[in-house]
């Protein structure tokens, strides 16, 4: 597990709870320390117990990916590059890749499971990608979740699921790598959409109107940008939209409301305390969007109010106009 956040947390308790041995890489020095020592990370999801037989914490990546041979990458999308500085191809050869990073390279628009063929050699059969609908904090809380495995090889995206499945998440497995990957992207940038009118004092008739509008935005994209046979209803596309839009743990929707009550980026982004990852994503989804010119007046709106720093309050307004 390369990662040491509540996702990553999470997800290593459903992997330890399975009897797996997890190589864990973390960062963070103090939570390095409270997992040898307690049991347990201090920073994120610190209610989550781990046999210390069941982990080993570790500062040094190379020696936790040489020692694993499966890697989860559960790293905030903006980190991804510096976290893995120090990588190279050779070092993820025959390595089943997993990520749980639900965002794109910044600077360079790219996937993940683009970034790690292209940068790293890795074949697609030899990734997988994790989709919700999921909240770390629920999973923490072993309330009933489910997780869609996406993979071009039937036989990664089984294993994978295999490895997840247990008394409190279901999984299932799917082939659309891109479409669940972009939709994860996607519904991190109408999230903050959501956050910001909910700041901006929209009510719930509203807000249905908003994410309506907002699947119907995922589906033309991932359609152009990968057109396959879907059903967008799946709850690897609508479910994720829905929880990330709606629930009181999404920090997209949480770092949006504060754009809406009046915060500036820079200062919403200095009082969470986790990565907002619909801030990376939605000029990631702009320039992608250069090329394939799909309508999408949310996600433009939510591009003109984080970086054109256009007003909340006008261009809501103006996007209402667009809906329906």
């Given at each position: 597990m390369i990662g040491g956040g509540s996702w990553a947390t999470a997800l290593t308790k459903v992997l330890t709870d399975n009897k797996h041995a997890v190589n864990w890489w973390v960062r963070n020095p103090d939570s390095r320390k409270a997992l040898k020592e307690h049991g347990h990370n201090s920073r994120y999801i610190s209610s989550v117990h781990f046999e210390k037989n069941s982990i080993h914490?570790?500062?040094?990546?190379?020696?936790?990916?040489?020692?694993?041979?499966?890697?989860?990458?559960?790293?905030?999308s903006a980190f991804i590059k510096i976290t893995l500085a120090a990588i190279?191809?050779?070092?993820?050869?025959?390595?089943?890749?997993?990520?749980?990073?639900?965002?794109?390279?910044?600077?360079?628009?790219?996937?993940?499971?683009?970034?790690?063929?292209?940068?790293?050699?890795?074949?697609?059969?030899?990734?997988?990608?994790i989709s919700g609908p999921c909240h770390a904090e629920e999973v923490a809380l072993e309330k009933l979740s489910y997780l869609t495995i996406a993979s071009q090889d039937s036989n990664t995206a089984n294993l994978v699921a295999n490895m997840l499945r247990c008394r409190y998440m279901k999984t299932n497995t799917s082939d659309d790598i891109y479409g669940t990957e972009y939709s994860a992207v996607l519904k991190n940038v109408y999230a903050i959409a959501s956050g910001i009118c909910n700041g901006l004092g929209y009510g719930d008739n509203f807000q249905a109107v908003l994410i309506s509008n907002a699947i119907e935005e995922i589906e033309r994209f991932v359609k152009a940008v990968h057109p396959i046979s879907r059903d967008i209803k799946d709850s690897a596309y609508l479910g994720d939209l829905l929880v990330t839009a709606y629930s009181q743990f999404s920090r997209n929707r949480t770092f949006g409301n504060m754009i809406g009550r009046g915060y500036s980026v820079k200062s919403a982004q200095m009082e969470m305390n986790m990565i907002a990852e619909g801030y990376y994503a939605s000029a990631c989804i702009n320039e992608v969007n250069k090329k394939y010119k799909v309508d999408m007046p949310i996600a433009q709106a939510v591009y003109n109010i984080l970086y054109q720093k256009f007003s909340p309050l006008l261009e809501v307004r103006l996007l209402s106009d667009k809906l329906k």
């Open positions: 914490v570790s500062e040094d990546l190379i020696d936790t990916i040489r020692k694993s041979e499966i890697i989860f990458l559960a790293v905030p190279h191809p050779q070092d993820l050869k025959h390595k089943l890749i997993v990520s749980a990073v639900k965002g794109m390279i910044p600077q360079e628009n790219s996937v993940m499971a683009d970034y790690f063929h292209n940068h790293f050699a890795v074949q697609y059969s030899n990734l997988a990608v």
